[in-house]
């Protein structure tokens, strides 16, 4: 049976612990959703099991092929759409086994044909012998042109890339398949085709992401790690039961913490009852004379002896109930670290926030509009429509960062804009994220850092520079931007890509207290019904039609 079993697997990072004996299995029909907060370890575990990082601790036994397809934020020099595909796949380096195996196979060097058999069965496994075939009509799937195939990744817009990237999960044959944020930048009918190839993938899939509907849809089981807490977890069932689940051991683990505290209070109160009476016994005794009576003497000994040993007594009890909550675990749940995210209002913009008149754009082959859109004072919009639609570009116009090729686009009086936009743009400099929330705000560089703390980008992190920022600390960045001064005109482009759970639910929590303008494009369909929205604009092939929400 092909799978891959990890046993006590740890990971050590900085002299921190990132992985603490981790066991799971990874075999046929089972779907299981690697979850917890940034930074526990989750993309490390996928790297552990596909064989590119070697744990300091524990063991990985794989069997059959085993293939990692993490979010590529840098495309490759000269690689062509075909070269990543095949890369991505697999099948690339399939082929160079074969190659090599042939050629020892031809030389002499492999005389009985093990290597160049075992180099065959994998080249077949990760499905290369009709690979081309495979390429052409899964690219037409997706919405991609054949000329594509042969166009450098580097020259494809953000919505060819996700699509390109969606291509490589469909495209992949392998026993167990190991899935990072997949996801990310995928529209609607991406997320659709992506669900459908989970729920009909015949081997072992492990995978991170934070998309909530996804995972409702698609996991069988969940690994939760909690960095916190230094543990990790297993739950059966699915994403809906484990939430439930969750919630019931959470629940426990407080109540088990507040009844072995209420003992071990009581019993500390009785000790130090126990220790006061004994001390006050004493006292009384060294004031009264002495009595010559023996009966009498003898009865304030024993008192006093057994007041010793009811002390004694009850220490003994306080210490066997310390070590019995130390062995059964029951210690007062850590709290973690929770992003609290506000979104602060700037005074009120004029009644008319943006206008598009006409508006056209032609960029490459493709062309936008006419579109006439108004956008008003209070509006609360979210903009929906497949990747290539032109939704970036339409938020573009809106804001001024392209100049339309016909007609007007205008930006009303009074209007102060935050935006987090699909690439993080803000954050594409050499500066540090400390400078750079410095020049934003005008805070004392003492402010900013404390800020960015609250984001979890302390200390060194915060004096890196910007563009060196993992994608979800580029995310937690901006966020840290737009809560340090107000706007009035609020403009997020997928704002949950690279965040996790709880920061999630801290934005939705803040979308709904903010009361300036709002423009939201996501494909996050449990955001877009958390926050509530006045219209939508459907941005479809350069054209945009307005609904009531």
Do not use: C
Not at 277 to 285: C, E, N
């Amino acid at each position: 049976m092909s799978q891959v079993v990890a046993e006590g697997i740890r990971v050590a990072f900085g002299g921190q612990d990132v992985l603490h004996g981790v066991d799971l299995t990874v075999g046929p029909g089972s779907t299981i959703g690697l979850v917890g907060p940034n930074g526990a370890g989750k993309s490390t575990l996928l790297r552990v099991l596909a064989g590119l990082l070697e744990p300091e601790a524990g063991t990985v036994t794989r069997t059959g092929t085993v293939g990692l397809l993490a979010q590529e934020h840098d495309r490759r020099a000269d690689e062509t759409t075909a070269g990543m595909l095949a890369r991505r796949t697999g099948v690339t380096a399939a082929e160079h086994d074969l190659e090599r195996a042939t050629a020892a196979l031809a030389d002499g060097t492999d005389p009985d044909g093990d290597a160049y058999d075992d180099a065959l069965q994998t080249w077949m496994a990760v499905g290369a012998d009709d690979f081309s075939a495979r390429v052409e009509q899964t690219l037409t799937e997706v919405g991609l042109p054949l000329r594509l195939l042969d166009a450098p990744t580097a020259g494809l817009s953000g919505g060819q890339i996700a699509k390109a990237s969606l291509a490589a999960i469909l495209l992949s044959r392998f026993d167990v398949l190991l899935l990072d944020e997949p996801t990310n930048d995928l529209d609607l009918d991406g997320l659709d085709r992506l669900e459908a190839f989970v729920a009909g993938y015949r081997g072992g899939i492990a995978v991170v992401s934070h998309d909530r509907e996804f995972l409702s849809r698609t996991i069988s089981d969940v690994l939760e790690l909690d960095p916190v807490n230094a543990t990790w977890s297993t739950f059966a069932g699915g994403w809906d039961a484990y939430l439930a689940e969750r919630e019931v051991a959470r629940r426990r683990m407080r109540e088990a913490y507040e009844a072995s505290e209420e003992r071990r209070s009581a019993l500390v109160g009785q000790v130090q009852g126990a220790k006061e009476q004994s001390v006050r016994g004493a006292l009384r005794a060294k004031k009264k004379p002495p009595d010559p009576d023996r009966a009498a003497k003898g009865a304030r000994i024993e008192a006093a002896t057994s007041g010793a040993k009811k002390v004694r007594a009850l220490e003994s009890r306080l210490a066997q109930l310390d070590r019995s909550m130390a062995n059964e675990g029951v210690a007062e749940p850590r709290k973690e670290w929770e992003l609290r995210l506000e979104l602060p209002s700037a005074p009120r913009s004029g009644d008319v926030v943006a206008q598009l008149r006409d508006v056209t754009i032609t960029r490459g082959s493709f062309t936008f509009g006419p579109v006439t859109l108004d956008l008003a004072q209070g509006d609360r919009v979210r903009v929906v429509g497949p990747n290539g639609a032109g939704k970036s570009t339409l938020l573009g116009l809106l804001l001024g960062h392209l100049q339309p090729g016909g007609g007007t686009a205008t930006l009303g009086s009074r209007v102060v804009v935050g935006e987090l936009d699909q690439a993080r743009g803000a954050l594409a400099s050499n500066e540090t994220v400390v400078d750079l929330l410095v020049s934003h705000s005008g805070m004392e560089p003492v402010e900013a850092r404390t800020l960015l703390a609250k984001f979890g980008l302390k200390g060194p992190r915060a004096s890196r520079a910007a563009a060196d920022l993992s994608p979800g600390e580029r995310t937690r960045a901006v966020l840290a931007m737009l809560m340090s001064r107000g706007t009035n005109l609020l403009v997020l482009d997928e704002p949950t890509n690279h965040l996790d759970m709880p920061a999630i639910e801290q934005l939705e929590d803040a979308l709904a207290s903010y009361d300036g303008t709002l423009l939201l494009v996501s494909h996050d369909r449990r955001l877009l019904d958390a926050v509530t929205t006045t219209r939508t604009w459907s941005v479809d092939d350069g054209s945009v039609t307005v609904t009531d929400a």
